[in-house]
C-alpha cells in the first residue's frame, strides 16, 4: 500500500478524534537504499536488484506476465520486499499503535 494512503488516514482519524492504528506493512516497505532486496517474478525467475521502477515492471514481461503497474497521471511508489519482521510498523519513524474502546458490550 502506498504510504501517503496511510498517511492520509492518520490524518482524517486525528481531524475526527478517531484512534489510529498501523498493524503491519506486510513484507514490503517503500524502497530505501540500504536493503539489498530479491526480486522474484511471477514465473518464478529471482534477481537481486536494488530497485525496480514500475518502467521496469512494464517494459519487461518477466516480471508481471502482460499486466500493466502504471496509469497515466498517478504517482508511483517503489518497494522492495524485506519481510514483516523487518518491515515493522513504523509510519514516518512514529509507532501508531491506537485502538477504539469498545464501550460496554453484553
Request: charged share 25%; hydrophobic share 35%.
Amino acid at each position: 500500500m502506498h504510504p501517503d494512503w496511510v498517511r492520509s488516514i492518520r490524518d482524517q482519524c486525528a481531524a475526527a478524534g478517531v484512534p489510529f492504528l498501523v498493524k503491519q506493512w506486510g513484507d514490503w516497505l517503500p524502497w530505501e537504499p540500504e536493503y539489498d532486496p530479491c526480486w522474484k517474478s511471477q514465473n518464478g525467475k529471482s534477481e537481486d536488484q536494488h530497485v525496480l521502477f514500475p518502467s521496469d515492471i512494464d517494459n519487461d514481461p518477466k516480471w508481471d506476465d502482460g499486466l500493466s503497474f502504471i496509469n497515466e497521471g498517478q504517482e508511483h511508489a517503489v518497494f522492495q520486499k524485506v519481510g514483516k519482521k523487518v518491515a515493522g510498523r513504523l509510519l514516518d519513524g512514529v509507532l501508531h499503535n491506537e485502538y477504539p474502546t469498545t464501550g460496554d458490550i453484553r
